[in-house]
Nanobody
Framework: VQLQASGGGLVRAGGSLRLSCAAS????????MGWFRQAPGKEREFVAAIVWSYGTTYYADSVKGRFTISGDSAKNTAYLQMNSLKPEDTAVYYCATTRSGLVRRPTEYNYWGQGTLVTVSS
Protein backbone atom coordinates (compact mmCIF):
# COMPACT_ATOMS: atom_id res chain seq x y z
CA VAL A 1 0.00 0.00 0.00
CA GLN A 2 1.27 3.44 -0.93
CA LEU A 3 -0.13 6.57 0.67
CA GLN A 4 0.21 10.09 -0.69
CA ALA A 5 -0.67 12.95 1.62
CA SER A 6 -1.17 16.48 0.36
CA GLY A 7 -2.78 19.79 1.23
CA GLY A 8 -0.49 21.19 3.87
CA GLY A 9 0.68 24.78 3.90
CA LEU A 10 0.93 28.03 5.80
CA VAL A 11 -2.23 29.53 7.24
CA ARG A 12 -3.07 32.15 9.83
CA ALA A 13 -4.69 31.25 13.12
CA GLY A 14 -8.42 30.83 12.63
CA GLY A 15 -7.98 29.70 9.06
CA SER A 16 -8.70 26.38 7.40
CA LEU A 17 -6.91 23.71 5.43
CA ARG A 18 -8.00 20.45 3.87
CA LEU A 19 -5.60 17.53 3.78
CA SER A 20 -6.01 14.59 1.43
CA CYS A 21 -4.58 11.10 1.54
CA ALA A 22 -4.79 8.85 -1.48
CA ALA A 23 -4.07 5.16 -1.06
CA SER A 24 -3.03 2.77 -3.79
CA UNK A 25 -2.04 -0.86 -3.91
CA UNK A 26 -3.63 -3.57 -1.74
CA UNK A 27 -6.04 -1.16 -0.10
CA UNK A 28 -8.80 -3.75 0.38
CA UNK A 29 -6.97 -5.04 3.43
CA UNK A 30 -7.26 -1.73 5.23
CA UNK A 31 -9.76 -1.46 8.09
CA UNK A 32 -9.27 2.19 8.86
CA MET A 33 -7.30 5.25 7.88
CA GLY A 34 -5.94 7.63 10.42
CA TRP A 35 -4.27 10.99 10.62
CA PHE A 36 -1.43 11.65 13.02
CA ARG A 37 0.79 14.64 13.56
CA GLN A 38 4.23 15.30 14.93
CA ALA A 39 5.46 18.67 16.06
CA PRO A 40 9.19 19.41 16.48
CA GLY A 41 10.54 17.77 19.61
CA LYS A 42 7.29 15.95 20.32
CA GLU A 43 6.02 12.44 19.84
CA ARG A 44 3.68 11.51 17.05
CA GLU A 45 0.09 11.89 18.22
CA PHE A 46 -3.28 10.69 17.06
CA VAL A 47 -5.52 13.25 15.35
CA ALA A 48 -8.44 11.42 13.75
CA ALA A 49 -9.45 8.14 12.14
CA ILE A 50 -12.23 6.73 10.02
CA VAL A 51 -13.32 3.10 9.76
CA TRP A 52 -14.09 2.35 6.14
CA SER A 53 -16.83 -0.22 6.61
CA TYR A 54 -19.00 1.74 9.00
CA GLY A 55 -17.91 5.32 8.49
CA THR A 56 -17.23 5.56 12.21
CA THR A 57 -14.96 8.44 13.10
CA TYR A 58 -12.65 9.09 16.04
CA TYR A 59 -10.98 12.32 17.14
CA ALA A 60 -8.41 13.50 19.59
CA ASP A 61 -9.90 15.80 22.20
CA SER A 62 -7.63 18.61 21.05
CA VAL A 63 -9.23 18.73 17.59
CA LYS A 64 -12.80 17.64 18.30
CA GLY A 65 -15.26 20.17 16.94
CA ARG A 66 -12.63 21.78 14.69
CA PHE A 67 -11.42 18.93 12.48
CA THR A 68 -13.52 16.57 10.39
CA ILE A 69 -12.31 13.35 8.83
CA SER A 70 -14.12 11.88 5.86
CA GLY A 71 -13.43 9.28 3.26
CA ASP A 72 -14.32 7.98 -0.13
CA SER A 73 -13.81 4.23 0.00
CA ALA A 74 -14.36 3.89 -3.74
CA LYS A 75 -11.42 6.21 -4.34
CA ASN A 76 -9.44 4.95 -1.34
CA THR A 77 -9.01 8.54 -0.29
CA ALA A 78 -9.46 10.19 3.08
CA TYR A 79 -9.69 13.87 3.91
CA LEU A 80 -9.05 15.94 6.98
CA GLN A 81 -10.87 19.25 7.02
CA MET A 82 -9.20 21.49 9.57
CA ASN A 83 -11.02 24.62 10.70
CA SER A 84 -10.29 27.21 13.37
CA LEU A 85 -6.64 26.33 13.21
CA LYS A 86 -4.39 27.28 16.12
CA PRO A 87 -0.62 27.76 16.27
CA GLU A 88 -0.41 24.57 18.37
CA ASP A 89 -1.77 22.63 15.37
CA THR A 90 1.54 23.27 13.61
CA ALA A 91 3.09 19.90 12.78
CA VAL A 92 3.83 17.42 10.06
CA TYR A 93 0.63 15.51 9.40
CA TYR A 94 0.78 11.87 8.39
CA CYS A 95 -1.88 9.54 7.09
CA ALA A 96 -1.72 5.83 7.71
CA THR A 97 -3.75 2.66 7.33
CA THR A 98 -4.41 -0.13 9.76
CA ARG A 99 -6.15 -3.50 9.98
CA SER A 100 -6.57 -3.04 13.70
CA GLY A 101 -9.50 -1.67 15.61
CA LEU A 102 -7.13 0.19 17.94
CA VAL A 103 -7.20 3.22 15.71
CA ARG A 104 -5.72 5.67 18.23
CA ARG A 105 -2.42 3.80 18.53
CA PRO A 106 0.23 4.69 15.93
CA THR A 107 1.92 1.32 16.55
CA GLU A 108 -1.16 -0.40 15.11
CA TYR A 109 -0.68 1.21 11.70
CA ASN A 110 1.33 -0.63 9.10
CA TYR A 111 1.48 1.80 6.17
CA TRP A 112 2.34 5.48 6.37
CA GLY A 113 2.38 8.39 3.97
CA GLN A 114 5.30 10.77 3.68
CA GLY A 115 3.73 13.59 5.69
CA THR A 116 2.60 17.08 4.82
CA LEU A 117 3.61 20.17 6.79
CA VAL A 118 0.97 22.41 8.32
CA THR A 119 2.14 25.71 9.75
CA VAL A 120 -0.26 27.99 11.61
CA SER A 121 0.94 31.50 12.30
CA SER A 122 -0.38 33.59 15.17
Amino acid sequence: VQLQASGGGLVRAGGSLRLSCAASGRTFSSWAMGWFRQAPGKEREFVAAIVWSYGTTYYADSVKGRFTISGDSAKNTAYLQMNSLKPEDTAVYYCATTRSGLVRRPTEYNYWGQGTLVTVSS
